[in-house]
């Protein structure tokens, strides 16, 4: 894992579910992805991820920590349901965890690049999973 030029915590409203993002690169050279599924939208989620950076989450309230899952099931979304405030996905695999962060969840938020619409549709549930584990941020702690 590379050196983390740039440190950012992201947390839900309430303060009850906050994660620490260490970036391998700066914001401004962050690839940021809209999501067009009906989950995604719906949350106005603009999402990053790093496969050589990390991610640590702190759950402060347990009973607030909100698993969703839906479409092929291979993902947790993480969603505060205290705000309603989505945070991140989790794949959990063989290999560990791995994370797609929301942006939008970010304290002080840099300056980002648009966020580009994508697509995922025409993967196939073991494709997905193989696409997760090689472009989500590896989680430090289980979640």
Known sequence: ????????EGRCHC???????????????WIVRACQCSFCRAHG??????PNGS????????????????????TDFL??????????????STRGQFATLNVNAMQ???DLAEAAPVSYDGESSEQRKARREQRWTPVTTAV
């Open 1 to 8: 894992m590379a050196t983390a030029p740039c440190i950012l």
């Open 15 to 29: 303060g009850a579910v906050r994660y620490t993002f260490h970036a391998s690169q700066p914001p401004a050279q």
């Open 45 to 50: 989620a603009r999402t990053t991820s790093d």
């Open 55 to 74: 991610v640590t989450f702190d759950i402060a309230d347990a009973s607030k920590l909100e698993r969703y899952r839906f479409g092929t099931k291979t």
């Open 79 to 92: 969603i505060c349901n205290g705000c309603g405030v989505y945070l991140a996905a989790v794949l959990t």
């Open 108 to 110: 002080s938020l840099p």
